[in-house]
Structures are given as C-alpha cells and as structure tokens.
C-alpha cells in the first residue's frame, strides 16, 4: 500500500504562496476592499463601540449558561417540529448527517457554505458515501470546480482572480457565455446552479445563530443560495456548533448588525431568514423533515481550558482581512480550515498544538485584530497563551530553546547585554549595502523574504543614556 503523501511544511507552504504573484493580486484586491468597506461603515456608525460591547456581553452570558440555553433551544426547535441531533465531534456529526442522507435515499445533496461543516470534514465524508455533493454559495462553488478548499472563512475563493474563475467557468460549465464580465460569470454559475438546487434530495446549511426562544436557526447569504438550498428539497439538515446559541431574535439582530459591517461593510445581508422547523400543513413549500445536528467539536474543552473568549467568534472574517501575515500568504498557507489569527488560535485546540505549533508563531502581535474584531476577542493575548504553552510542553524547537536561553542569560547580566548588543549592532552593519541588508549569515530565514534596514550606529539603550545624559 503506498503511503499518504507528505504535507508540504508550514515554511514550504509559506515560501509557495509568497512566490505567487497571481495570489497576491487576488488577496490584495478582496482584503483591500473588505478593509475600505469595513472602514466606511464603521464611520457611519457612531454606535459601534456601544454594539461591540453588547455583542461581547450577550456572547460572555450565553457561553456562561450555555446548558440553559442549549436545553431551551432544543425544547423550542422539538416544538416547532425539528429533529435534535447531539454530536460530540466532527466525526460523529458527519456520520449523523450521512445517516440521515440515506435514510431519505438521497443521491444529491446541495450545502449552503458553512465554515463548520468544512471544520468537521462533510464534504468528504459525503464523497466518501457517494451522495453527490454540490455547492451552491458561487465562491464554494468556484473552489469546488477547483478542488481546492477555502482560504478566508467569509470569501473561500478569495485566492483567485477573476481571472482564473472565468478560465474555470469556461472548462466545466455547460454553456458558459462570453464571460467577459463579473455579471457574465454569476449568470453562468446561476443557470449552472438552477437545475441542481430543484434535482436535491436533502439540502444542508450551516447556521450563523441558533434562537433559543424560539428554537429557530438563522442564516444569513447575500446569494439568496440558503434559502434555495433548504426550500426545495424533503430533507433539510443543519449543521452547527452549539457557540451559535442567542437567547432571542433581538440579540440575534444586535450580532447580525456587527457581523455583516464588520464582514462586507454593508449595513444588512441581501438575505436573512429564520428556519423554523419542517413545512406544516398549509406551507406552499418547504422541507417535510428538519434536522438540526449540534456539534460540540471542542466546545466545552474550550471553556474549560481558558479559551471561553474564542467562542464569542462570529466569523466575520476581519481578523483575516486586517492581518499583516495573512495578507502576504493567504489562507492556505495556514493548512487548517479556520485560517489568519483567528484560525491559530482555534486551530490548536482542534487538531492539537503539536499539529499546528506554527500557527501561534506566525503572528506580529501587532494587536490589528483584536482592534476590529467586533465581538472584542482579545486574539493576540490568546495566541501568547499557546506559545507559552508551546513553551512549558517542550515543542519548541532546540534553536528557539537554545536562542531563548541565551538571550535570558544576557537579560541577567545587563552589562554583558548591553555590550553584546552594541557589538551585534556594528556586526549587522558590515552586512548593509545601500542602507539594506539583504543577507546576512544565520539570519537566512528573515532576508530570504525581506530587507532589513541598515540598524543606527548606536543600539537604543546607548542613544538613550546619551540623550539622557545632554544638558
Ligand atoms: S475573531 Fe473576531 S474578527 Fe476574527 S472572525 Fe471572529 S469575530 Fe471576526
């Protein structure tokens, strides 16, 4: 039996996207955009500190009672006629939904974009079952033509341009057009799409809030592609993580009002629905089954292990879009499905640190994210948490074990510090020409991507005493 291909490294896949000319034009032009959107919408909105702050308040109070509420959602969702499915992980959840599928002889499925369905692995356990999967949120779609998985929690295809999408489009869609606009294109993907959402079996979708009063589950698209996906078919199933839980529709508006600013910079998505249990009698239209599978995934280990403020994400996908690392390398880079900060700090609790003890490193801490994010994550003090994890269960590598030690034995002897550094400092420079250093012996890995400015004369403690010192 031949063995499973390697994955490349996380610098492997570093180096990759960052000698990607292409990748970078299509991060630079969905990011920069996201930015100025979020950015206007925000300046129009004097009540967005006052909105960030009860979105915080009403995340903190359902994380701290979330058995009250999971036990009054599923008691309002029953009610309304929905089935409840407990899962404890993502294997679980996939084989609750593959069971369902079968049970209502489904050969189609369609799926609505949703991040924790990606988290859990659907998209191949339904492969793996041989029910036909097909995407129906236009950037899923593209990556699913693709074969490639997302890169950005909010715009999966965001690696490409529009560009690739059209040569995409031209290769698998059956009359694709001239597709020499971006309107050309969505009109193609429509009348690919059409016929597939009315052919579907059993539709699934994700849920951006479940309403414990009233036991119903929101999602928001700006496609209209929920509510194809979930109208036609007999079976609809969701798929969510139990942190999706609000108590009331008004705190549900309250968190839609951050996330769609925060996320595209408009005021409100195109489309906002409020699934409540199965078509009843009377309904023109509607699926005769509901299926809602709650997924703790690492939740409540979460709470428990200090992360309780990371369950307050809403994913809106700013962190992504105002990160300096990710906006050189892009989603795929990161090797997880949650990518940029948000995604090193979720990643290790999913796949364990040992997996993914890259991910907290690949961090300025220049504090960005947690400036936009709009349910006040306070991301940087969350990854600083996992390196100094990485620390004391010994993954560190030997080079960053032996560079720390010595580097903390110069701290405690500021005299000998300051004398290596000045020393340190005149070395750097034999190495500048022009003003840059471009190479420089034992620090391959910073000039390979990058020059570094010739540093002053002085190292910052001397230019300090001596300023100090000046009448
Ligand atoms: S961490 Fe904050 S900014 Fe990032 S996706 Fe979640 S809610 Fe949005």
């Keep these: 039996m031949n063995a499973a291909p390697q994955r490349p490294s996380f610098d492997a896949r570093v180096h990759a996207a960052l000698g990607n000319p292409l990748l970078k034009v299509a991060i630079d ?50 009610a309304s006629g929905a089935q409840i499915h407990w899962a404890r992980n993502g294997p679980e959840a996939c084989e609750m939904v593959v069971a369902i599928c079968r049970k209502a002889g489904a050969r189609s499925v369609t799926r609505a974009k949703s991040m924790l369905g ?46 690739q999408v059209a040569e995409l489009f031209r290769a698998h869609h059956h009359d694709p057009g001239a597709l020499a606009s971006v309107e050309a294109m969505v009109a193609s993907a429509r009348h690919e799409l059409r016929s597939r959402f009315l052919a579907a079996d059993v539709g699934i979708s994700g849920a951006n809030f479940l309403v414990a009063d009233t036991g119903a589950v929101c999602t928001v698209t700006n496609e209209g592609n929920a509510e194809l996906t979930t109208t036609p078919p007999r079976v609809h199933i969701v798929t969510a993580g139990i942190e999706k839980l609000v108590p009331s529709t008004a705190h549900a508006m309250t968190l839609l009002r951050l996330l769609v600013r925060s996320a595209t910079g408009a005021e409100l998505t195109q489309y906002t629905t409020f699934h409540c249990g199965p078509k009843r009698p009377g309904d023109l239209d509607g699926p005769t089954e509901f299926h809602i599978v709650l997924v703790d995934g690492g939740r409540t280990r979460m709470l428990a292990e200090g992360l309780a403020d990371m369950l307050r994400c809403i994913r809106c996908g700013a962190c992504l879009n105002h990160c300096v690392v990710y906006r050189q390398i892009g989603g795929h880079a990161y090797g997880s499905t949650y990518p940029g900060p948000m995604g090193s700090v979720l990643t290790p609790m999913l796949t364990g640190l040992a997996q993914s003890k890259d991910l907290p490193r690949a961090c300025t801490l220049n504090g960005q994210c947690q400036e936009v994010c709009p349910v006040a994550i306070p991301l940087p003090t969350l990854l600083r948490g996992w390196r100094s994890r990485l620390w004391s269960s010994g993954l560190e590598s030997l080079t960053v074990r032996q560079g720390l030690a010595v580097w903390r034995f110069l701290a405690l002897h500021p005299a000998l510090y300051r004398r290596v550094s000045g020393w340190a400092v005149r070395i750097m420079s034999w190495f500048a020409r022009g003003g840059w250093i471009r190479r420089m012996p034992l620090a391959g890995g910073w000039t390979r991507e990058r020059d570094l400015p010739r540093p002053p004369d002085r190292t910052f403690i001397a230019q300090y005493r001596r300023r100090m010192r000046r009448p």
């Design 29 to 78: 032009r969905t990011t920069g955009n996201a930015r100025s959107k979020r950015a206007a919408a925000m300046a129009a909105w004097p009540g967005f500190a006052a909105a960030r702050e009860l979105g915080r308040d009403i995340k903190d109070h359902v994380i701290a009672h979330l058995d009250h509420y999971l036990v009054q959602f599923e008691r309002n969702a029953l």
């Design 118 to 163: 990606e988290e859990i692995g659907l998209p191949h356990a339904l492969e793996a079952a041989g029910i036909e999967r097909v995407e129906t949120d236009l950037a899923e779609h593209i990556i699913q033509l693709a074969g490639d998985p997302p890169s950005h929690i909010v715009w999966p295809a965001l690696h490409k341009t529009r560009e």
